[in-house]
């Protein structure tokens, strides 16, 4: 069989006609910055491993962290639909800061407000799953509920996909190296 062939040339221009959208300017700048605490994250094992909590106990608590975070992103994005019929102008950015706000509380309480202390922080391994998953839920909506809805408007249809994992590999990418 013949394989696809690309167009750089088109793919460049066309990723370059986005590129030039304030929105999308925006968009990527801001999830680059909210991408360096997500990126900072990926230390959870080894962090509940410092603190006491066997391995095992750990990468349960993380996978059930990346379960529900999974399972965020459908939530976001029923909660952003909503959010747009109720305000179609501001819904979902609303439904995004909401994400934020409680995402930021709900790490705040993983870092600061569960035991710290070996013994006590194994002891309470129920609870470090349970804001774990907590986290996951809520951290997952801005893409679903905002990011991606407002991607689709800007974003002519057959490069939608390439912006979309432009803008996930991108963001990743540059907030990594802040890390």
Request: charged share 10%.
């Amino acid at each position: 069989t013949q394989g696809t062939s690309i167009d750089c040339g088109a793919f460049a221009r066309e990723l370059g006609s986005v590129v030039r959208v304030p929105t999308f300017v925006l968009i990527v700048a801001q999830g680059i910055v909210g991408n360096i605490p997500a990126a900072a994250l990926g230390f959870q094992t080894l962090y509940l491993q410092l603190l006491g909590i066997s391995p095992a106990w750990a990468s349960i608590a993380v996978s059930t962290g990346m379960a529900f975070h999974a399972a965020g992103g459908l939530l976001g994005g029923w909660i952003g639909d909503a959010a747009a019929r109720l305000s179609p102008r501001h819904g979902r950015i609303a439904a995004c800061q909401v994400s934020v706000v409680l995402g930021a509380a709900v790490t705040a309480l993983f870092l600061r407000g569960l035991p710290r202390e070996g013994a006590a922080a194994a002891s309470h391994v129920g609870a470090y799953v349970a804001v774990l998953a907590l986290a996951g839920l809520v951290n997952a909506w801005p893409a679903p509920a905002c990011n991606n809805p407002i991607f689709a408007e800007i974003v002519p249809p057959g490069a939608r996909t390439l912006i979309y994992s432009f803008d996930r590999s991108f963001e990743m990418a540059v907030a990594a190296l802040a890390v």
